[in-house]
């Protein structure tokens, strides 16, 4: 992918500047619940506010439907951003039209404003070129600062991005130069940990990385599809029926690549999905019929260890297991462990495992904590991502 414009390549000063951001936050109470995204977004506002930039934001919020919900209004994030900022946001009732056009207009350098949920709009998710020309009225500069979204191609993202000078804000910035540093030139050995349900969320990364990772290490529900693939019995363990076939090539080609897969070699199992449910530790052959896999076994979190310490570069994503519940964190714990004490590169990316890192106090030991599970994956996989490949070339 061609090297983006950001914004410390052009002149804010005086302009008004449409920024795209993530702030798809969890509210409880009506208040944010976790301002992580928001604080993401802090250094690209300041940045532009320091150079006399009037900033007006924009960003979806949950899944409205493409109307209005009054339940998932911006208007606990207004809040919660003016407290960051220790300015009053100006926050506005829709995100496009005449009433928001006039209401910009009186606003001077250096202000913020926050644009309604941008999914209220049936043209957003559509990438409606109408939704994108009235988005691309209301300033002279388009920032993309969401990298979270930026594989998709809606009219805040892809369709005002083509309208106008459009360029990447820092969070952005910083994520295109951490994950390719990845792809373009990593330290060997080069260790991938994937976790977390679905193979088929996967299989991109995994046949990339089949081609220059040294070794691959499978954890969470996904292992199944491969632990099917070849023909172990798996008890009563959540599979991806679908999957299996498509796990079966993936070992099909490890077996030719100088990449190794790795498959959890022992399990911890339980007789029901609860916290509370009888456990034990079992080969991955000898689950007891009816019985799940809920997390990896100890002899496979001392392997996978093993095989993180010596890593020059790894990328985790996805958990090894329901780590949620303290009887199945033991497995993406050590792993956890083992990835912050790297001498390393370490990326990582993927709710779930942002959560993981979290829960165990572990996330500021990570060199990159990425924004965007869905985008990095396919950021990685090579994949154009829409709302990069609409930014202007450096």
Known sequence: MAIKKSIRDIDVAGARVLVRVDFNVPLADGKVADDTRIRAALPTIQYLRDRGATVILISH???????PDDSLRMDPVAVRLSELLDEDVVKLDDCIGPDVEQRLGDLEPGRVALLENSRFHPGEK???????????????????DAFGTAHRAHASTAGVAALMPAVAGLLVENELKQLSRLVDDPQHPFITILGGVKVSDKIGVIDRFL????AILIGGAMCFGFLKARGIDIGASKVEE???DTAAAALEKAEASDCRLLLPTDLVVADAFAADAATDTAPVDSIPAGWMGLDIGPETASAYVNEIGKAGTIFWNGPMGAFEMKPFEAG????????AASDGLTVSGGGDTVA??????????????STGGGAAMEFLEGKELPGIAALEDA
């Open 61 to 67: 919020l949950g899944r409205p439907g493409d109307r």
């Open 126 to 144: 559509k990438n409606d070129p109408q939704m994108a020309e009235g988005l691309a009225r209301l300033a002279d500069i388009f920032v993309n």
């Open 211 to 214: 081609d220059f990772a040294d």
């Open 242 to 244: 679908e999957a299996i």
């Open 332 to 339: 993406t714990k050590a792993v956890a462990d083992a990835v």
């Open 356 to 369: 993981a890192l979290n829960r165990f106090g572990l996330a500021d030991r990570i060199d990159h904590v």
